[in-house]
Nanobody, 124 residues
Framework: QVQPVESGGGLVQAGGSLRLSCAASGGSFSRYTMGWFRQAPGKEREFVAGIHWAAKNTYYADSVKGRFTISRDNALNTVYLQMNSLKPEDTAVYYC????WGTGSSNPGEYDYWGQGTQVTVSS
């Protein structure tokens, strides 16, 4: 099994950028499809982006397409989320999750292991 740990959150003005990192220890990282999810206060956890375990495909929520980019470095056991043109509605706790041999599902129930989350706050 893997244990994801997120970092890189913070406070940024609207229009700014942040890069989140997720380091996964304890398992065969290259076997896991990785996903980023977020949860704003009073809302359900929602899919943001995913990257296939073989890095063949990436997946994005419509709300972040063209602004966010997910990537992975299997040598470093790390997945990244580059977030550009941030909006106040992007404010949430962002979670990294791992799905063994996953297909890139947007369903959080498909993911086996989760990090503790990192707060992203976008001010207007």
């Amino acid at each position: 099994q893997v244990q994801p740990v997120e970092s890189g959150g913070g406070l940024v003005q609207a229009g700014g950028s942040l890069r989140l990192s997720c380091a996964a220890s304890g398992g065969s990282f290259s076997r896991y499809t990785m996903g980023w999810f977020r949860q704003a206060p009073g809302k359900e956890r929602e899919f943001v982006a995913g990257i296939h375990w073989a890095a063949k495909n990436t997946y994005y929520a419509d709300s972040v397409k063209g602004r966010f980019t997910i990537s992975r470095d299997n040598a470093l056991n790390t997945v990244y989320l580059q977030m550009n043109s941030l909006k106040p509605e992007d404010t949430a706790v962002y979670y990294c999750a791992a799905d063994l041999w996953g297909t890139g599902s947007s369903n959080p129930g498909e993911y086996d292991y989760w990090g503790q989350g990192t707060q992203v706050t976008v001010s207007s």
